[in-house]
């Protein structure tokens, strides 16, 4: 694998964004990423998006919007990319390609989304065309309702986990108190996690609405090199893994993350690391059940005992191996095509020493997972500071 490096970043505010304007949304992502890397747009060979849509915008075709937004951009080449809720990491790898092909030196890609544009049910059914339509189209709860039927049959068949979600949703709500970025700065606390309440309703199965990520509005940028530049600061791919997965949840266990697990473990054999040579992990914690599970994927606890991961405090930020240090998905937020980027984003910054009052001390080394759908397409990179 050619050496790719990241070179700048930039991260809009996520939340519910009704007045801000998409093209807006895409400068105040890109300007500071550009700056960061020391760059001007006539410095980029080639843009990358990631945009989910399916429906939030009247306006697709979005790869163009970059140049709408900044008209320096205007004979730059673009292309979008879609990948359901791993959009913005189909988007980096489509970038990471093109250098290691020696077509591009220097890469932008951004991810965006602005989902709050639709009623909450049309919200539901949007998201669940990332679903097995033919199967699962018409879950009561839209993909909540999907991640729901996981939940309860992981309960059926380990036992009662509702501690272990309460906490995964406490620890991530208490790290994003941290993040600027992030859609809810709000430190619930396990109890309010853990009891059903008129604030923290069921929504589907066992999950209440704090085990559940937000709806949210946003963009993030990346600003991706073949080579460092002197005096920028920069992260370096050790390892980059795709693996997919059936889409309906009838041909697989729905209650273990099979592709997720060989995602992890071919991207650690490529890195030729352990789990331990990692400070932290950013994982894609769409609901707090996909956190558990995805413990298990990773390998920090045999299939049905994820739970002891969180409860014995492994993942907290003063644990063996933080995981969402940024807050997650939980409580970061959740737009679909931002999501990938702004998970390598955060972990750019801590691995810079740039996170602030997120920073893990002495983050070296760390990974991103992100996937579509119900564990369907799994990314995995594994990121070192150099």
Same mark, same amino acid.
């Given at each position: 694998?050619?050496?790719?490096?990241?070179?700048?970043?930039?991260?809009?505010?996520?939340?519910?964004?009704?007045?801000?304007?998409?093209?807006?949304?895409?400068?105040?992502?890109?300007?500071?990423?550009?700056?960061?890397?020391?760059?001007?747009?006539?410095?980029?060979?080639?843009?990358?998006?990631?945009?989910?849509?399916?429906?939030?915008?009247?306006?697709?075709?979005?790869?163009?919007?970059?140049?709408?937004?900044?008209?320096?951009?205007?004979?730059?080449?673009?292309?979008?990319?879609?990948?359901?809720?791993?959009?913005?990491? $189909?988007?980096?790898?489509?970038?990471?390609?093109?250098?290691?092909?020696?077509? +591009?030196?220097?890469?932008?890609?951004?991810?965006?989304?602005?989902?709050?544009?639709?009623?909450?049910?049309?919200?539901?059914?949007?998201?669940?065309?990332?679903?097995?339509?033919?199967?699962?189209?018409?879950?009561?709860?839209?993909?909540?309702?999907?991640?729901?039927?996981?939940?309860?049959?992981?309960?059926?068949?380990?036992?009662?986990?509702?501690?272990?979600?309460?906490?995964?949703?406490?620890?991530?709500?208490?790290?994003?108190?941290?993040?600027?970025?992030?859609?809810?700065?709000?430190?619930?606390?396990?109890?309010?996690?853990?009891?059903?309440?008129?604030?923290?309703?069921?929504?589907?199965?066992?999950?209440?609405?704090?085990?559940?990520?937000?709806?949210?509005?946003?963009?993030?940028?990346?600003?991706?090199?073949?080579?460092?530049?002197?005096?920028? #600061?920069?992260?370096?791919?050790?390892?980059?893994?795709?693996?997919?997965?059936?889409?309906?949840?009838?041909?697989?266990?729905?209650?273990?993350?099979?592709?997720?697990?060989?995602?992890?473990?071919?991207?650690?054999?490529?890195?030729?690391?352990?789990?331990?040579?990692?400070?932290?992990?950013?994982?894609?914690?769409?609901?707090?059940?996909?956190?558990?599970?995805?413990?298990?994927?990773?390998?920090?606890?045999?299939?049905?005992?994820?739970?002891?991961?969180?409860?014995?405090?492994?993942?907290?930020?003063?644990?063996?191996?933080?995981?969402?240090?940024?807050?997650?998905?939980?409580?970061?937020?959740?737009?679909?095509?931002?999501?990938?980027?702004?998970?390598?984003?955060?972990? $750019?910054?801590?691995?810079?020493?740039?996170?602030?009052?997120?920073?893990?001390?002495?983050?070296?080394?760390?990974?991103?997972? #992100? +996937?579509?759908?119900?564990?369907?397409?799994?990314?995995?990179?594994?990121?070192?500071?150099?």
């Amino acid at each position: 694998m050619h050496p790719s490096y990241i070179i700048g970043w930039g991260h809009t505010p996520f939340g519910k964004h009704d007045n801000l304007d998409v093209e807006q949304m895409l400068r105040d992502a890109v300007e500071p990423a550009l700056a960061a890397a020391g760059l001007a747009p006539e410095d980029i060979d080639g843009i990358f998006v990631g945009h989910f849509n399916g429906g939030f915008l009247r306006q697709d075709f979005s790869a163009a919007l970059v140049a709408q937004a900044m008209p320096a951009f205007r004979h730059t080449p673009a292309v979008r990319m879609e990948n359901a809720c791993a959009t913005g990491s $189909a988007a980096i790898w489509a970038a990471l390609d093109a250098l290691g092909a020696g077509r +591009m030196k220097r890469v932008l890609v951004v991810g965006f989304e602005k989902m709050n544009t639709l009623p909450g049910p049309q919200i539901g059914e949007t998201l669940l065309k990332c679903s097995y339509v033919k199967e699962e189209g018409d879950t009561p709860g839209g993909f909540a309702g999907v991640f729901g039927q996981i939940a309860s049959g992981y309960f059926d068949r380990f036992g009662d986990q509702s501690d272990a979600l309460a906490a995964i949703s406490a620890k991530n709500h208490s790290n994003g108190m941290r993040n600027p970025y992030a859609h809810m700065r709000r430190d619930l606390g396990f109890d309010f996690c853990r009891t059903p309440s008129d604030k923290n309703p069921f929504v589907a199965g066992p999950l209440k609405r704090s085990d559940c990520s937000l709806v949210s509005d946003g963009a993030a940028a990346l600003v991706l090199s073949r080579e460092q530049i002197a005096g920028v #600061n920069s992260v370096r791919w050790v390892s980059r893994t795709q693996v997919n997965e059936f889409l309906p949840l009838s041909r697989r266990d729905p209650t273990r993350f099979e592709g997720a697990a060989l995602t992890w473990q071919r991207g650690l054999d490529a890195a030729q690391l352990s789990l331990d040579a990692l400070q932290f992990v950013e994982t894609h914690d769409c609901f707090t059940i996909a956190e558990l599970l995805e413990y298990e994927a990773m390998g920090l606890a045999p299939h049905g005992q994820g739970a002891q991961v969180i409860l014995e405090g492994v993942t907290t930020r003063g644990g063996t191996l933080p995981v969402n240090p940024s807050g997650g998905l939980k409580s970061r937020g959740h737009p679909i095509g931002a999501t990938g980027v702004s998970q390598h984003v955060m972990a $750019a910054m801590q691995l810079t020493g740039q996170a602030g009052d997120m920073q893990i001390a002495n983050a070296r080394r760390g990974a991103v997972f #992100n +996937m579509g759908g119900a564990a369907v397409a799994n990314y995995l990179s594994i990121l070192e500071a150099v």
